[in-house]
């Protein structure tokens, strides 16, 4: 994992250095009429000179030590911007989760049992056009059709009036923030729907088949057991190991949901970052992202011998 | 469903003729309607975006100063955008660019995975090791925020040059998976007998790749180069979504409905976003429908 996290972070800095532009002239503003030999103090503070081997050591050094630096224009410890935003995408992506798998895993069994029925066809269907369907515009169709007609906020986490009067109460600002969350969400559960629908349904197909379910059958089993507790207990298996890749796909896929609804999260802001050629929030962000995905990768593969007795952690 | 192809097998064994595996998969993929329905609206898509741009009477740069922001009409079959441009020709003209970036990214991400599958499944011992370690650490990448940085970082590229680079992104990103595949198939094909018969015959080792080896993993490389290319025409979109994909003047799909971000065009100009989002669902729909009938052409034993 460490030696992946290097290529990476390299990876990461070469990128960086493909960036157009001077970071100092950036914190600086145009025009600041700050002295050439203060710019070079400044260049130092910030870990921006010295040669591309020397810039790489220190800028990682300081990474490892958990010293992002301070992020260009906003003039701000980039660990406390990023700090507030990750907050704001993991409460989306917790939230859709939860939603994504509480509809998919019955529908997804539901579909397996009673194969090529209305019920299965409908779903077959829907997830083949939510898996062809970009989310960002199936995001601006609801936007048109459902949320401007019902009046819903549209972009946003909270309220900025109720933010700078102050929430009344607690209940408030769960109320506040649960109605901007409305759209996002819709918008993240049901692109991932598409696909997990037919995830659950095609690794339950994968059991039903086999030969201990006809034993539990004969046996003389209720239907019910037969499905909850014989089928879905090894159908669990790929679905478990899947939650572990899912959650960076689920972040990535945010991503673009984040921008154009303005969610205060994390992918939006990369998004800004980028474009206002914020180098150290942009390293910082990526860092964290790399860090996401190997974490998940190591949750898969932890969930799966914690579900399959046969896995052994080595 | 099952039964018809076990029928059609059957036939075929009756008959008593030497049938081909790919004919095998022909005979199966015509009769899957819905994967006939893919690859029949694919290729229309795929001719109408390289005919209608021909025969229309409107070029990439006309613009009609007088004639701007109008709705659809008669004569503009979906309206004009902000600069006076017929949308319905370069609807068309940004499909151009939308297919060639699927077809060559994917392209691009099969030449690198079959090549370092093969290699690594061929050789196993260190050199599998090294490939595969090399492969891991690629597929660790996360894909859309690098995609995103990496286009950021290179945002001063012309636009002319910027399609490629989202092709050579996406297929310098995604290849891990098919590789990972064709390894693994190799690696179980290279015990087989026929393997044998080509060593006792002495054949060099590229032939050995290359004509006896691969030509057995092609149904899984085509499979994943068609997925893939659906794949890669989403990737595109979204990025020039974000502005950080390919860049007007060019058009393709996605920066066509990036003018919906300017919130007027958006509530009042539907024909300019509507349009191409509609033919990006069709296309990447009929290519998805298309995969599944190979995949379940090639590989009947799948459950589906």
């Known amino acids: ?314 | 469903m099952e039964n018809k192809k076990e029928n059609y097998d059957k036939k075929n064994q009756a008959n008593n003729s030497i049938v081909g595996p790919w004919k095998i998969a022909w005979g199966r993929f015509k009769k899957n309607k819905t994967a006939m329905f893919g690859a029949i609206l694919f290729i229309v898509i795929v001719l109408a975006v390289i005919f209608v741009p021909i025969f229309s009477r409107f070029g990439l740069n006309d613009f009609i100063l007088d004639q701007k922001e109008l709705p659809p009409s008669a004569e503009y079959w979906l309206g004009t955008d902000e600069q006076g441009r017929d949308v319905f020709t370069r609807l068309f003209l940004g499909g151009r660019t939308s297919i060639i970036v699927g077809v060559i990214a994917a392209g691009f991400t099969v030449l690198i995975g079959a090549t370092i599958g093969g290699i690594a499944g061929y050789y196993g011992g260190y050199v599998d090791n090294i490939l595969m370690r090399f492969a891991e650490i690629v597929y660790s990448i996360p894909f859309t925020p690098t995609v995103i940085t990496v286009s950021g970082a290179l945002m001063w590229v012309n636009s002319k040059y910027k399609m490629y680079l989202v092709m050579f992104l996406i297929g310098i990103l995604s290849w891990p998976g098919l590789a990972r595949m064709v390894r693994g198939q190799i690696l179980s094909l290279r015990e087989q007998e026929f393997m044998q018969a080509t060593e006792i015959l002495g054949l060099s080792t590229r032939s050995r790749i290359v004509r006896h080896l691969l030509p057995n993993t092609y149904a899984y490389i085509i499979v994943s180069a068609t997925l893939g290319m659906a794949g890669a025409i989403l990737t595109e979109a979204s990025l020039s979504y974000l502005g950080l994909g390919v860049t007007p003047p060019t058009p393709t799909w996605g920066n066509m409905i990036e003018r919906a971000r300017n919130s007027n065009v958006f509530r009042n100009m539907q024909w300019l976003w509507v349009p191409p989002g509609v033919m990006i669902m069709l296309t990447v729909l009929s290519i998805n429908l298309l995969g599944e009938g190979l995949r379940d052409a090639f590989d009947p034993k799948e459950i589906r």
């Open chain 1, 1 to 314: 994992m460490i030696p992946v996290m290097l290529v990476i972070s390299m990876v990461i800095f070469l990128i960086m250095e493909l960036m157009p532009g001077d970071p100092v002239q950036a914190y600086l503003g145009v025009g600041s009429g700050v002295s050439v030999e203060q710019q070079q103090a400044l260049k130092e503070q910030l870990g921006l000179d010295g040669n591309r081997v020397e810039r790489y050591l220190n800028w990682l050094g300081r990474t490892v030590r958990g010293d992002f630096g301070k992020s260009i224009l906003q003039k701000a410890p980039v660990a406390d911007i990023i700090g507030t935003s990750v907050w704001n995408t993991f409460l989306l992506n917790i939230v859709g989760m939860f939603f994504s798998f509480a509809i998919a895993i019955p529908v997804g069994i539901k579909s397996a049992v009673n194969k090529y029925s209305h019920f299965d066809n409908f779903w077959t269907i829907f997830s083949l056009v939510g898996v062809s369907m970009p989310s960002f515009f199936f995001a601006m169709i609801l936007i048109f059709f459902v949320g401007i007609p019902l009046g819903l906020p549209l972009t946003l986490m909270r309220d900025p009036m109720m933010v700078v009067r102050g929430y009344p109460s607690l209940w408030a600002e769960i109320v506040d923030v649960g109605r901007h969350m409305i759209m996002p969400l819709i918008v993240l559960v049901i692109s991932s729907l598409a696909s997990l629908t037919r995830y659950v349904r095609n690794s339950v197909l994968e059991v039903i088949n086999q030969d201990y379910i006809r034993t539990a059958r004969s046996k003389g089993l209720s239907e019910k057991t037969v499905i909850y507790k014989h089928a879905f207990r090894n159908a669990l298996l790929p679905i478990v190991t899947l939650l572990g890749s899912y959650i960076p796909a689920l972040f990535g896929g945010s991503l673009i949901l984040e921008t154009i609804f303005k969610w205060p999260g994390i992918g939006n802001t990369l998004h800004s970052a980028i474009f206002k050629q914020d180098t150290s929030l942009v390293m910082a962000i990526n860092i964290f992202y790399a860090m996401l995905m190997l974490a998940g990768n190591l949750l898969a593969d932890i969930s799966y011998a914690l579900v399959d007795p046969r896995v052994k952690v080595s």
